[in-house]
């Protein structure tokens, strides 16, 4: 970032070699010759401060100290709102910053954005009567995302293009949220260890197989499964407990939903659903096979 910054002033900077402290003297040499208000916006800072420490926040709120005909101010953007609380008490301090909070996007403003891309991206006669409306209305439903709502209509104009369609109609919008939404737990499914997927499938296998006859599924009934895919897979099974902790991260992804409750004297344990479409399940359960050699 510092060799990034010095280069914008023209400084020839090598790719390697100089000390982060050298370059960043070459930076405030520079700075300060070219005597301005330099306004320093960091997008994401969180995960600059995530990737490296909060050192470099310090080292650049200090930096007014070290000049003379040069100021910087720092403008920092972030979707964690509590980002700030975790630095360390001295940065936080020489940050001395004011918080603007931006509320997420209503479905009129996602609406007012969307026009403004449909109208770059397709011909006039192409959105039916509504399309815009339900993107927005779906997308404000998820915290106002833009990036989602976007989404959403440029998929919805890809099905429509791939069924030679000559509109994007309201049918689009609905196919294009499952597809997404599929696509997006087939990549969680994908990124996991492979006792992850393997407990992952023995939940699928228990739910779409309609073993449990409309009964509520539990952690019991899985780890049955889960053991005899183990050994299909030639890995060695994790403990019952590990296989609960397991269902729980597979809980907080979304995938599932994993509510504990209480046996009396035979203990805890969790009472397992899907929290995926039934047409997105068979999908993902091809993917797990595949994956695991099943």
């Known amino acids: 970032l510092m060799a990034q910054l010095t280069r914008e002033f023209g400084v020839e900077v090598p790719a390697t070699g100089l000390p982060t402290e050298e370059i960043y003297k070459l930076f405030v040499k520079q700075l300060d010759k070219e005597k301005l208000l330099l306004v320093l916006i960091l997008d994401e800072i969180d995960q600059l401060v995530h990737k490296t420490g909060d050192e470099i ?3 650049l709120t200090r930096i007014n100290t070290e000049l003379k005909n040069s100021e910087v101010t720092i403008i920092g953007i972030s979707n964690d709102l509590i980002f700030v609380d975790n630095l360390d008490p001295r940065v936080k301090s020489s940050l001395s910053e004011e918080e603007l909070v931006f509320p997420p996007y209503n479905a009129i403003q996602l609406q007012s954005i969307l026009k403004q891309r449909a109208k770059e991206a397709f011909r006039e006669t192409v959105l039916e009567e509504g399309v815009i409306e339900k993107c927005a209305a779906y997308a404000a439903r998820e915290h106002g995302d833009a990036r989602r709502a976007l989404e959403l209509l440029r998929v919805a104009g890809e099905i ?18 499952d597809k997404i939404d599929r696509d997006r737990v087939i990549e969680q499914v994908n990124s996991q260890p492979k006792q992850f997927k393997l407990t992952l499938y023995s939940i699928l296998n228990v739910c779409m197989n309609g073993s449990n006859n409309g009964h509520p599924i539990f952690t019991g009934d899985i780890y049955e499964i889960y053991r005899e895919s183990c050994n299909s897979c ?31 004297r035979y203990g805890r344990t969790r009472e397992i659903k ?14 797990l096979k595949e994956g695991l050699g099943l």
């Open 57 to 59: 926040l310090y080292t």
């Open 160 to 177: 429509a293009e791939r069924n030679n369609d000559n509109k994007i109609r309201i049918k689009h919008i609905d196919d294009a949220e």
């Open 234 to 264: 030639g890995l060695k099974p994790l403990t019952q407990r590990r296989v609960s902790d397991i269902i729980a991260e597979l809980d907080m992804l979304g995938i599932i939903n994993a509510r504990v409750v209480s046996k009396g």
């Open 274 to 287: 899907l929290a995926i479409p039934d047409s997105t399940a068979p999908k993902i359960n091809n993917v």
